[in-house]
């Protein structure tokens, strides 16, 4: 048996009963926050986290029909060709008129805990798909379009077929999607998850495995899910250049990649320094302020036609020479 406690003290939290009784619970919560075995005192700062989080969670609801919610497109570039356009990730904005910008690594968790995933994440690959087909119908050639997928979706039994109806309703070839998951599918549901992921794989869609190194994922559960990408996460790139245990790790994970047949994609790049390490390394893919900040789809459109015009000519010269 595990206990989490949350604990307020008198007369520094309150002098009455009622007052030391709810803040004893937020702590509570806040213990349940950290894992297994915690124990938390109450502070001021508890108070004011959940507050704003009732807020977001409560303009969350109405996020999607008040048009509040965007996609932006971060290029994802060959590392040994800097101008070759591989790929682009989707990154959902979320602009509130009454909070501002949201970042999702706040409002996202949110959601996945009350809910509100399902239809934002739905709205999400229907906008992606639908922006493919306007895309395709200019005569643009598109590269993969990849989408960050929770685990609470892929522990949907339909989810799989959900996103089938979705390529299928904007004539959407599935080789134009990649999905990402993050390790921590490794906690969730297994057996539907395979199942969906296997479905999905079956028509052509790519995996892969986002934030690579901050979860708890084994060898094993690689090959479980049938991986086509791992993304090395920004944390293990911003110290490359500077802490050696970053190198080698990186390294290693780069190695260990590339036995199981699978492509590299490091995040977060930002300095020439650490592009010319991933290099060495065999990196093979990257996306980051380096290249490219995210894109709203006015912007990325330019690079569209500019990846477009060389894929072209590309196969124009292929066919000259044959």
């Not at 229907?126 to 929770?150: D, F, G, M, T």
């Not at 970053?246 to 699978?262: D, E, F, T, Y």
Request: charged share 25%; hydrophobic share 40%.
């Amino acid at each position: 048996v595990n206990a989490r406690i949350g604990i307020s003290k008198f007369p520094d939290d309150s002098e009455d009963v009622e007052s030391l009784i709810k803040f004893a619970d937020i702590a509570m919560l806040n213990a349940k926050t950290k894992g297994k075995g915690k124990i938390c005192f109450y502070e001021k700062e508890m108070s004011k986290e959940i507050e704003i989080n009732f807020q977001i969670t409560n303009c969350l609801t109405s996020a999607i029909s008040n048009n509040e919610l965007s996609i932006h497109y971060q290029p994802i570039y060959d590392l040994h060709n800097k101008n070759t356009l591989i790929s682009a990730e989707a990154l959902l904005r979320w602009k509130n008129p009454i909070l501002g910008h949201i970042p999702p690594n706040k409002f996202i968790p949110l959601a996945e805990k009350t809910g509100h995933i399902f239809p934002i994440g739905e709205w999400v690959l229907n906008q992606v798909c639908k922006q493919i087909s306007l895309w395709k119908n200019k005569y643009y050639v598109v590269p993969p379009i990849a989408i960050n997928i929770s685990v609470k979706q892929l522990e949907e039994s339909e989810f799989h077929k959900m996103v089938k109806s979705i390529l299928i309703k904007y004539n959407v070839n599935p080789s134009n999607i990649e999905l990402e998951i993050t390790e921590s599918v490794s906690s969730g549901d297994t057996l539907t998850i395979v199942k969906n992921l296997k479905e999905l794989k079956r028509i052509g869609i790519k995996i892969s495995m986002d934030d690579f190194g901050t979860g708890f994922s084994s060898l094993s559960q690689l090959d479980l899910f049938e991986l086509d990408k791992l993304k090395i996460d920004k944390i293990f790139i911003d110290d490359l250049v500077t802490v050696s245990k970053r190198q080698g790790l990186v390294k290693s994970i780069i190695s260990m990649a590339k036995s199981l047949n699978l492509m590299v994609v490091a995040e977060g790049i930002e300095t020439h320094e650490q592009l010319s390490y991933l290099r060495k390394y065999g990196c093979h893919y990257g996306q980051g302020y380096l290249f490219s900040k995210p894109l709203p789809v006015e912007d990325f459109e330019k690079l569209l036609l500019q990846f477009s015009s060389q894929t072209l000519a590309m196969y124009k010269n292929y066919g000259e020479k044959r």
